[in-house]
Structure formats: C-alpha cells, structure tokens
C-alpha cells in the first residue's frame, strides 16, 4: 500500500508540472533571469597609486576616476590620499556633477609628509539612467599600499619602480531587461 501511495503522489506532482508548463507555453509568460538582462554601460572606476607628482612639484598625489560608456544621472567621486600612520587628505570639495559620464579627482600632499607608506582610497556613487539596473550603486576601492618618496616612488616590499600608471581597477555593468521572445 505505502508503495501505491507514493506512486499516487509521485503522479500527482508530475501532473501538476505538467500542467504548469502547458499553460506558460499557451500564455506565452517568461520568467525574467539575467539571461534576459542586456548589458547597456559600464562603469570602470579606477584608485590610482599614489606617486610623487609631475605636475605640480613638491607634492605627493593620488587620483580616482570613473569612466562610464553612458551618461548617469550622477556621479559622485571623493578620493583621499591615506599614510600607513593614519593621516589623511581629501579631495575635498568632492566631485559631485549629475548629466555626465566620466570623473576625475586629486588628494594631495606635501613631500615633507614623505617618504611613507601611502594608498589611494576611491569612494563612489553612481546614479544609473532612468530604466536601467542597478539604478543605484556605492562603493569604496583601495590602491595597493605604496612607499612613496619624493624624486623617486617604490614599492616597499621590495623597491620595484612603478608610476601613476598603475591602477586598481572595478567595473560596475548596467543593464535592462530585454524584451522576452515568443
């Protein structure tokens, strides 16, 4: 008997999803997944190291950027310049524009604060177009730690050369769902 009854139920659940895939096939309904999502923008957002600067003498720099491939609504962008002692310079006033697809700031301070162990802190805010998704996105991304001394910048677990160029990259894609097919 225990095995008929679990053979009735076993039938009833089979039915049951049968049912339910008939009536998604005649309604044409579509559940929405990522698959359905279209990547529309991107954003990449970038801490740059810190590094003695080239444009303005006697100053140790850091800088943040983001980069989008559509315009946002907004973007807000406040980068800080961080010692391993705990000292710290702002960018401030932060960078906060709304209609525009890309931003750059500078946190700065004087080589005196040198030579030191320094990393960029990036922290952001991204406001999507109206429609897309996510429609809101924060964040905080950190450069490497870097000893820097002015006239020349290291690394200091081992003294290899590097320069401005070396970043810390994060991407943050936007979509839409697409329109289901039938």
């Known amino acids: 008997m225990?095995?008929?009854g679990w053979l009735a139920s076993r039938r009833?659940?089979?039915m049951l999803a049968s049912a339910l895939l008939v009536a998604t096939i005649i309604t044409g309904a579509s559940v929405a997944s990522p698959a359905n999502a279209v990547v529309v923008g991107?954003?990449?957002i970038k801490a740059n190291n810190p590094h003695p600067s080239t444009h303005f003498n006697g100053t140790i720099n850091s800088t943040g950027t983001v980069s989008c491939t559509v315009v946002m609504q907004e973007i807000y962008l406040a980068v800080y310049l961080e010692k391993s002692n705990g000292s710290t310079w702002s960018s401030y006033p932060f960078y906060d524009v709304f209609n525009t697809s890309s931003a750059s700031e500078n946190a700065s301070t004087?080589?005196?604060q040198g030579p030191g162990t320094f990393r960029t802190r990036v922290s952001y805010?991204?406001?999507a177009p109206v429609g897309y998704s996510p429609a809101y996105t924060a964040n905080t991304i950190y450069s490497p730690w870097m000893g820097v001394a002015c006239g020349a910048s290291f690394v200091a677990n081992g003294g290899a050369a590097v320069g401005s160029s070396d970043v810390t990259t994060f991407q943050v894609e936007f979509g839409q769902n697409a329109s289901p097919t039938h």
């Open 110 to 112: 004087l080589c005196s």
């Open 125 to 127: 805010v991204l406001r």
């Open 12 to 14: 009833s659940v089979s």
């Open 2 to 4: 225990k095995a008929n």
């Open 42 to 44: 991107v954003c990449t």
